[in-house]
């Protein structure tokens, strides 16, 4: 279990379907303890600590039985795709039931993470429009996420259309506040 020591810069996805980077697994003064310092790529991107134990832990499936994923914090990959842009992949248990189609290492768009990291909305509305087409619902969940937005049900296009929406209130409503 403690060689998933998670190394700064890394990607995971927590059991509730949050994504979190890493900025560095500390030592406290005092008692020595690991502790691993992560951020939040969602909300106010808040900034946590929680012992390196129990970060790499499985998850307590009798609390949660409904959980597929087996630790409680599991690395997503970051892996180059062919256009040189970064493109995820679930470090996930290989023994586990998948979702996706047996056997197969299906890899999120390449624009998801520009979309997470974009400093303005008009940069995520543009990826946003160049995702259109190209991204399906495991995509989706994470946008919801990263945006701290309910889910919503319907096709793809609709759920595209209704964050695009929502981008462009938020941008509407910024662009007219007072400073």
Do not use: C
Request: no cysteine.
């Amino acid at each position: 279990m403690m060689e998933r020591i998670p190394k700064p810069g890394e990607f995971y996805k927590h059991f509730k379907n949050k994504w979190y980077q890493i900025i560095t697994v500390a030592t406290h003064s005092e008692t020595g303890e690991k502790l691993v310092i992560y951020q939040a790529l969602y909300g106010d991107f808040g900034v946590y600590a929680r012992p390196l134990s129990m970060f790499v832990s499985e998850v307590d499936h009798e609390k949660y039985p409904d959980v597929k994923q087996k630790y409680r914090f599991e690395r997503v990959e970051m892996a180059e795709s062919s256009a040189g842009e970064p493109a995820g992949k679930t470090d996930h248990d290989p023994t586990a039931a998948s979702v996706d189609e047996p056997g197969s290492e299906q890899e999120l768009s390449p624009l998801l993470l520009p979309f997470v990291e974009a400093d303005s909305i008009d940069r995520q509305l543009e990826l946003l429009m160049a995702m259109t087409g190209k991204i399906g619902q495991r995509e989706l969940d994470i946008l919801y996420v990263a945006l701290d937005l309910p889910q919503r049900g319907g096709s793809v296009e609709e759920q595209i259309h209704a964050i695009r929406q929502y981008l462009e209130m938020q941008k509407r409503f910024d662009g007219g506040r007072l400073r």
